[in-house]
């Protein structure tokens, strides 16, 4: 992807700017090699340079300086360790050099960072201390359970870790990881269902290093009150955050929430919490309460402001989990109804397989057909419009109710059939290319069947004897749909001996990143050969299993039909 904005060199994605600047203070991301990829607002205004002053230089050449300006040898710099180890270290004091020509004190944390790619980096956040107010005379500097620099590096974990799932569990679990026991002894998730239902999804202890889950005081709870004045009844109905205590709960409850509330202080022995509301930019999805009952210091404002800070992020993780969620309900549903039953042919054995892209909506253009045509024979059809959408999933559709058409009404070739549709197709759909494979089979005088196909720019099928010799049917290849170019298509024939296997598959099957579709295609021909032996359902799912590539983003259709032994 592009630069954001030009604080990023070209090929960041727009997800690192976002990560950046939710972090609230100087940060940057650096290559392996040192060299700055990209950068927040905040760093430009805290160096006086610009982002175009800063991204593709080398950080150290450009920024690291000894307390009196002096350049520093690469060997002298306190970052380089860390940098060079990838670990997470941080230093209460060194000097940056800004584009005035002043310099800037800054506290540091480096720790490794991984791009969407695989490739791997190291993110420095930084912040340039201000001096603190003189306290008046008698009182005491309130006291912060987090330093500014962990503060902020614990928001910059909870910004990558939270925002790069979409599942709601694995979201709350890396919650807990990230405030319990940093932050607080107990962590407590509340969310409002779809159905305005208010569940307890999260209840964790820290005991020591490890983080107990309390299954026990999970669960459904009472509804939101629209009138009660206790604090998680408050923040569930989107109100600011609240300091509490088991003290609020003592008296008459005015609600059934507070009634679990009062047991929650209970059974945990929380002394001190702190709730804020879990809001996305439409609505509450619920509140985050963190308790403190083994450290004795209470909660401050302070702590109350970092955990404001928290929700917000975790609303934003939760909002797009959801909205994810819903999207692959109704892809589900319309995958459901857009891909067919196999029909009943006698003698013949049909399997089909469908595999949505793991980051699609979960359905896309890959399909599958399959259906008894008026003269007795069946036909065959796999495909692929282009697109991983909704949008590709209704052009297919269109594709294939208009191919079940045109085959039904006219007895004719799978050539003819085929250019009649790609006539249609530029004139009566949304769909701009397609490819297919369309073929009739029927059983022989001889007991054999007879296969007959074309080939519109698709991958060939595979056929696959009885003692697994496997070849592709090459022939009857033409242009793929929505070309333009009016060029005859042609019509291959063979002869499927008894106990063979016909794969039709599409392109998601065989493509891997950095191989050769070549390749992809021996993968498939030389593991065909191995599960010929094997009952049709589990030579598909085999099949399938073992050559479609775990690093492969497309989706897969998969048909496999088997003719009877003599």
Known sequence: MGAVQGRSVPGVSADVICALEAIGTGAYVVDEQGCILAV???TERLLVRSAG????????????????????????????????????????????????GSLLRISWLVTPYAFDDGTSGTLVVFHAPE???????????????????????????????LTSTLDVDEALRRLAALIVPRLADWAVVDLITERDEVWRSLVVHGDG???????????PMPPVSQESTMPLSRALRGVA????????YRGTPDSGLAVEQRRLFDVTGIHSAAIAPIRSTRAVLGAVTLGRADNPAPFTPTDLSLLEDIARRVGLSLDNARLYQRQRTVAETMQKHLL?????????????????????????????DAFRLADGSTALAVGDVVGHDLEAA???????????????????????IVARLDEALQHITDVSMATMIFARIEPDADGCWRLSWTNAGHPPPLLIS???????????????????????RTDATAILPPGSTLVLYTDGLIEAPGHTLDEGLDRLRRHGAALAHRSLSPFTDQLLHRVRSSANEDDVALLALRTPEG
Do not use: K
């Open 40 to 42: 927040n607002r905040r």
């Open 53 to 100: 002053e800063l991204v593709g230089h080398d950080a150290h050449d450009l920024l690291h300086r000894g307390p009196h300006g002096q350049e520093l040898p690469r060997t002298q710099c306190s970052m380089r360790r860390p940098f060079h180890t990838g670990g997470t270290a941080q230093a209460d004091e060194d000097w940056f050099a800004c584009g005035d």
């Open 131 to 161: 001096p603190a107010p003189q306290a008046e005379e008698g009182m005491e500097p309130p006291e912060e359970s987090l330093p500014e620099l962990e503060r902020l590096a614990l928001l910059a974990e909870t910004t990558t870790q």
């Open 209 to 219: 290093d490890e983080v107990v889950h309390r299954e026990d005081l999970q669960g």
């Open 241 to 248: 955050a609240t300091l509490t205590g088991p003290q609020t």
């Open 340 to 368: 067919p039953q196999m029909p009943r042919v006698p003698d013949l054995r049909m399997a089909v397989r469908y595999l949505a892209a793991p980051d699609a909506s979960q359905v896309g253009g890959d399909w599958y």
């Open 394 to 416: 209704a052009g297919m559709a269109q594709i294939r109710n208009m191919l079940r058409a045109y085959a039904w009404s006219a007895d004719e070739p799978p050539s003819r």
């Open 466 to 488: 009885h003692d697994g010799v496997a070849d592709y049917l090459t022939d009857g290849h033409d242009i793929l749909l929505g070309s333009g170019a009016e060029l005859p």
